[in-house]
């Protein structure tokens, strides 16, 4: 089953707002608003990565920047 991308947008939305909720106290009370993060990913060996797709729109729909 294929899904569109209208689809794809409202699983993340839910997704979101099912884990963030009313937010992350700690992560409000420690970092500021406007701080600004970046991540590796790391692997040790061979192995397949799935998903990417999908995680790199999260993160646009959480900072489109």
Do not use: N
Not at 2 to 20: K, N
Not at 40 to 52: H, N
Request: hydrophobic share 45%; glycine share 14%.
């Amino acid at each position: 089953m294929e899904l569109s991308e209208v689809q794809i947008g409202e699983i993340i939305d839910r997704a979101l707002a099912e884990d963030l909720g009313w937010g992350d106290v700690t992560t409000e009370a420690l970092i500021p608003g406007d701080q600004r993060g970046s991540g590796w990913i790391v692997v040790k060996g061979k192995g397949v990565l799935a998903g990417v797709d999908i995680a790199a729109k999260v993160f646009h729909s959480v900072d489109p920047e």
